[in-house]
């Protein structure tokens, strides 16, 4: 024990330092105050974590996605320091994050594929040396490629390829399905080879964060089919991650063949997840916010749980990660033109 806590105690204090510099609660409410995109600017260059990053940005020239891609980038970076600080058992340990962030930034290069504007250079910034050195993809190729052959050509080589070349065997595969088959085989390849990345207390907390992720997920997509896009059952089960962790397959399957929303959320209301005080008869029922606030009870009670770990360092990328979603819809609402109250209501949400 003792051994463990000397081997985390460098990464966990440098975590907490990184911590405290979190948009707080006071920040989001100032932000829903702000009127222009040159006030969100100027207000993101007075915070530590933001001011390398926008120091040398015209706030009056910048485009949405410009400030978008280096929001994102921010996370990218902090995640870089913490990789860099960590000692080759907590490396392994941060591997899996680092593979979602590599998705991350495949499915936005997909995406300049499909687009009708034509492609747009996906732009790393201060990022870009750390990924150049730690995945095998060619960013500046991919964003660059004009045609679904030429980005999965410049994926020879990756993980991916065999992947991408079996989607596009069907013709009629959108960026939608893509996107959807993407996350299916990041889960499935996390969860098979879980046990390289970690091992005994930062095992337990993979499990249990990626185990709900894929249920929390799933139903999500099942929810969604059929509350948005009346998708037939037999067409959900191909969008859905085939891991089961507090779901059983014949509880997932009776989500699926629910024949109303009503059935759907009586279902979900035996499973684990109405165990955690959320309530999926209320009027005021999300799935999107039974994701959102189960997640952060999820980092939160296994930062809880294992001290002497990586959870410390998990919860910090998480509320990273929920930060630039914040920044994000601030940036919206102010966008919008949104009364401070209800823009608070959206960031916050």
């Not at 985390?8 to 995109?37: P, Q």
């Not at 989607?167 to 879980?194: C, G, H, P, R």
């Not at 207390?201 to 997920?217: E, M, P, Q, R, V």
């Not at 009870?297 to 998480?318: A, D, E």
Request: proline share 1%; net charge negative.
């Amino acid at each position: 024990m003792l051994i463990d806590l000397l081997t985390y105690s460098g990464i966990v204090t440098k975590t907490k330092a990184m911590e405290a510099r979190l948009i707080t609660t006071k920040d989001y409410e100032d932000l829903s105050n702000l009127t222009s995109v040159t006030d969100f600017i100027n207000f993101l260059k007075t915070q530590p974590a933001y001011q390398r990053l926008f120091a040398n940005c015209d706030e009056r020239l910048l485009h949405r996605n410009e400030i978008e891609h280096i929001l994102t980038n921010s996370l990218y970076l902090e995640y870089a320091k913490l990789f860099r600080f960590a000692n080759i058992k907590q490396r392994k340990a941060l591997e899996p994050i680092f593979f979602r962030y590599e998705v991350n930034i495949l499915k936005a290069c997909l995406q300049n594929v499909f687009a009708s504007e034509g492609a747009t250079r996906y732009d790393l910034s201060v990022f870009e040396p750390f990924f150049a050195k730690h995945s095998v993809l060619n960013i500046h190729n991919l964003s660059g490629s004009l045609s679904l052959d030429e980005f999965i050509n410049h994926l020879k080589g990756t993980r991916y390829y065999d992947f991408f070349h079996k989607i596009q065997q069907n013709a009629d595969a959108t960026l939608y399905d893509y996107e959807v088959q993407l996350d299916i085989y990041y889960f499935m390849s996390v969860w098979k080879n879980k046990k390289q990345y970690s091992k005994s207390s930062d095992l337990n907390a993979l499990t249990d964060i990626i185990g709900k992720k894929i249920d929390y997920l799933n139903i999500m997509w099942i929810y969604r089919s059929k509350k948005y896009y009346d998708v037939d059952s037999s067409h959900i089960y191909s969008y859905i991650i085939p891991i089961h962790y507090k779901l059983s397959s014949e509880q997932l399957m009776s989500l699926i063949e629910a024949g109303s929303l009503e059935e759907l959320v009586t279902i979900l209301g035996t499973t684990y997840y109405h165990a955690e005080d959320v309530d999926v008869k209320s009027e005021h029922f999300s799935v999107e916010n039974l994701y959102q606030e189960n997640l952060m009870t999820l980092y939160r009670s296994n930062r809880q749980k294992y001290p002497v770990s990586m959870c410390t360092i998990f919860n910090f990328l998480f509320m990273k990660e929920l930060e630039i979603d914040r920044l994000t819809t601030a940036l919206e609402c102010i966008r919008y033109g949104l009364d401070s109250s209800y823009a608070l209501k959206y960031i916050l949400k």
